[in-house]
């Protein structure tokens, strides 16, 4: 076995059972082919009941988050998250108009920050649409003040697709396709299926599995809109093994931020792991201007952390919110990894900050 940690995942954990995993949430449900598929199914399943024309999105986001409201002929304006003396501070105008609020509890980690000024808005009959993508497995998964609350579930493990929608609103049937976009998954299982070999031990050249989900990525940025995510998915999603995904991350992150804590060249965006928390990464502060060598240091070491996440054209930064983009990396804490792996993470980034 070829020994990596982080980047693509390559294998679904999965129970005998059925796991009947968010009945919890007693709202109506729908499954979909990823996250922005879910966006833009809600943004029209609420435009079909009354005009939305501005929603207020985070500074801090992914490209997919803003795409679909940009598609759906909405404009977009941005609160600010930023880093204020190491933690994460979000600065949201109480008097800017909007007719819809997108919240995000970043990377699974509870943060009250925002509670009041939901309740707020609630009270002013603005929507409230919550990204639970990263919070998903955490205990307090969303704001019970949500109107529609959706997640993807492709970053938590080797699932080529699959996202859900929750609202206690009547959800309707999506209007086109009710299938998988097919080439997107068909390519996607075709990189998953070579990873697996390669990290098995054959010789297969990295390059080729990093090309299909390079192409595969493009596809889904292309052609995303009105796909369900396919039976099968749907199955592994029902069936997903989420005891041991949220065992592994929490004592995996727990481990990190215990022994990363000292460390005076980064800064924990979040210091502890509480026992309802289930983190997908563990974002660290990389200090004077270092993230981007730590991280090609990691890769020396086969330790593959991902940023959060790439700016493009459809992001409006300031110096201050691209401060929080240019200078987080995220750690791996997944459930492929242990104790041990995790105290590899740890020397590497120890050893590199001596070097200097
Ligand atoms: C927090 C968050 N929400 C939504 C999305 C969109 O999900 P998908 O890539 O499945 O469309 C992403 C993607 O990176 C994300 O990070």
Request: charged fraction near 30%; charge should be positive; glycine fraction near 4%.
């Amino acid at each position: 076995m070829k020994k990596e940690i982080g980047s693509e995942f390559w294998t679904v954990e999965q129970t005998a059972e059925k796991q009947h995993l968010f009945n919890a949430f007693k709202r109506n449900q729908r499954f979909f082919l990823s996250g922005r598929t879910a966006l833009d199914f809600l943004i029209k399943n609420i435009k079909a009941k009354k005009p939305i024309r501005k929603a207020y999105l985070p500074s801090y986001c992914c490209h997919s988050m803003i795409q679909p409201f940009l598609d759906n002929d909405i404009e977009v304006i941005f609160y600010e998250v930023l880093i204020k003396e190491n933690k994460l501070m979000i600065k949201v105008d109480p008097n800017v108009e909007c007719d819809l609020f997108y919240t995000i509890q970043y990377f699974g980690f509870v943060d009250e920050q925002l509670d009041d000024f939901i309740r707020k808005i609630k009270q002013q009959g603005k929507l409230i649409v919550e990204d639970a993508t990263h919070s998903l497995f955490t205990a307090k998964a969303f704001h019970t003040e949500a109107d529609y609350v959706f997640a993807s579930l492709r970053k938590w493990t080797g699932l080529p697709g699959g996202a859900l929608v929750w609202s206690n609103e009547t959800l309707y049937a999506p209007a086109s396709k009710t299938d998988s976009n097919k080439a997107y998954i068909e390519k996607r299982e075709a990189a998953y299926r070579l990873k697996r070999r390669y990290i098995e031990g054959e010789p297969i050249e990295k390059k080729a599995f990093l090309t299909l989900f390079d192409e595969a990525e493009q596809m889904l940025d292309k052609d995303y809109r009105g796909y369900g995510c396919g039976q099968e998915i749907q199955e592994q999603i029902e069936h997903l093994d989420i005891a041991k995904i949220k065992k592994n991350r929490q004592e995996n992150a727990a481990f990190l931020c215990e022994k990363l804590r000292f460390c005076k060249d980064i800064e924990l965006l979040y210091k502890a792991v509480k026992q309802d928390t289930c983190p997908v990464f563990v974002p660290i502060i990389v200090k004077k201007h270092q993230r981007d060598p730590l991280r090609a240091f990691l890769i020396q070491q086969n330790i593959y952390c991902p940023i959060h996440w790439p700016i493009s054209p459809m992001h409006k930064l300031n110096v201050g919110t691209e401060a929080l983009y240019k200078n987080t990396l995220s750690l791996v804490c997944d459930q492929r990894y242990e104790i041990e792996d995790m105290t590899s993470i740890v020397n590497a980034i120890i050893q590199f900050f001596e070097r200097k």
